[in-house]
């Protein structure tokens, strides 16, 4: 796997989240709770990108006092299996 950079989401990168949502899941989040979760959850909202800053994951949390949540995480079906996700 190539060097990746993992920073945290932003608007922008609401269509490639979506796009790696759609392709991972049979059921996936729609585009509006996505968002919602970007505006609720700004720091643990997080992709990974490649060096020509194309997005080939995410993952979204919650976190209150001693607990954490991990609500979604996904990788992009041909860069699965390279340690992405860890």
């Given at each position: ?22 392709d ?34 995410y ?28």
């Amino acid at each position: 796997m190539t060097d990746l950079l993992v920073r945290p989401a932003s608007l922008s990168d609401l269509s490639a989240i979506c796009a790696i949502e759609d392709d991972s899941f049979p059921s996936p989040y729609p585009r509006f709770l996505l968002q919602r979760l970007l505006q609720y959850h700004p720091e643990t909202f997080l992709v990974a990108a490649n060096e020509v800053d194309l997005l080939v994951g995410y993952c979204v949390c919650s976190i209150n006092d001693r607990t954490a949540h991990l609500i979604s995480i996904a990788v992009q079906r041909n860069h699965r299996k390279r340690g992405v996700a860890t």
